[in-house]
C-alpha cells in the first residue's frame, strides 16, 4: 500500500492507484470507518443524508464494500455499466480508473474560483432529509417517483440544477440525460432488491463518471452501500403512491430558522446490511 499513490481521501473511502501486480494501473478503493452525521446534545449521530463527518464506526467499512460489492455484482449480471472488477479483501474493491464527473475553473487566475470537482446525483422515492428541509410546503414522504438531483460535493455540498450544468458547459444536455436514466435504472433495481426483503428505501445518491478507457463511457462509479441510502421499514403506500403512515413517522421541527426532520422507521445501516449480507 506505501508504493501506491494516494489519489483523494474522501469522507468514508480512500482512493489509490496500484503500481504493479495484475491490477497495475487500476485503482483501489479502501472503505473505512469514517461516518457522516450531525452532533445532538454533543453525541454524534449518523446519518447517511449529511455531509459532516462526526466519528467513526468500528467495522462499518469491511461491511460498506460487502455491500457495495453485492450491488454491484447484481449490476454487472444485468449488463449496467460501473467501474467495477473485484473485492480481493473486506473493505477493498479494485475498480476501473474513471473521471468523476466535473470541469475545471474556467478562469483560474480569479480570486475565488474552482474547479467542479465531481457531481453526485440524488434520487428521492420520498420526500425527506434535505428536499424536505429545502421544500417544507411538500407532505413529508410523499411519493416523488425517484426524483434525480445533482449537487457538487465538497464540505458542503451544493444543489445545482440541470439547466445549470448544461449551460455553464460542465455536461451536454444528452449527457444530462443518459445521467439521469442511468440514475434512475439504478435507483429502480436497488428499491426492488429491498422491497423483497420488506424494506422500503426512501433515498440514496449515486455518483456517476467517465471511465478513462475506450470512449470514456459514463457509468455508475464509487459505491452502492449503507453510507448512501436511507432505509425504512414499515412503509405503506396510501391510494394516492404517498406513504399512509408518514404522519406518525415523520417527526419535524423548527428553531431558529432551521429546519429538521427524522423518520421514527428509518432502519440503522447495521440492520439493513445484514438482510443482505
Request: hydrophobic share 40%; net charge positive.
Amino acid at each position: 500500500m506505501n508504493e501506491e499513490k494516494l489519489l483523494y481521501r474522501g469522507k468514508s473511502k480512500d482512493v489509490y492507484e496500484i503500481a504493479d501486480g495484475p491490477h497495475a494501473g487500476k485503482y483501489r478503493l479502501v472503505f473505512t470507518d469514517r461516518a457522516t452525521g450531525y452532533m445532538e446534545n454533543g453525541k454524534p449521530v449518523f446519518d447517511p443524508g449529511r455531509d459532516v463527518v462526526v466519528g467513526e464506526i468500528p467495522g462499518k467499512g469491511a461491511i460498506a464494500c460487502r455491500f457495495a460489492t453485492h450491488f454491484f455484482k447484481l449490476l454487472q449480471a444485468r449488463g449496467i455499466p460501473s467501474h467495477f472488477i473485484a473485492s480481493p479483501a473486506a473493505n477493498e474493491m479494485i475498480v476501473e480508473p474513471a473521471v468523476a464527473l466535473g470541469m475545471p475553473a474556467q478562469a483560474p487566475e480569479k480570486e475565488g474560483a474552482a474547479p467542479l470537482l465531481n457531481l453526485e446525483f440524488t434520487w428521492r422515492n420520498n420526500a425527506t432529509g434535505s428536499f424536505w428541509r429545502r421544500y417544507p410546503f411538500v407532505m413529508p414522504c410523499r411519493n416523488l417517483n425517484r426524483v434525480v438531483e445533482a449537487w457538487t460535493k465538497g464540505d458542503s455540498d451544493t444543489l445545482i440544477t440541470f439547466e445549470a450544468l448544461e449551460a455553464s458547459g460542465a455536461l451536454t444536455r444528452s449527457e444530462i440525460g443518459q445521467c439521469v436514466a442511468l440514475v434512475k435504472e439504478v435507483a429502480a433495481i436497488v428499491s426492488q432488491e429491498f422491497a423483497a426483503k420488506n424494506l422500503h428505501v426512501v433515498d440514496g445518491k449515486f455518483e456517476l463518471g467517465r471511465l478513462k478507457t475506450g470512449s470514456g463511457k459514463i457509468v455508475i462509479i464509487d459505491e452502492i452501500s449503507p453510507d448512501v441510502l436511507r432505509v425504512c421499514s414499515g412503509y405503506t403506500p396510501g391510494a394516492d403512491g404517498n406513504c399512509a403512515v408518514c404522519r406518525q413517522c415523520a417527526v419535524t421541527g423548527c428553531a431558529d430558522g432551521r429546519r429538521t426532520i427524522k423518520n421514527r422507521r428509518q432502519v440503522p445501516a447495521a440492520e439493513f446490511t445484514g438482510v443482505f449480507l
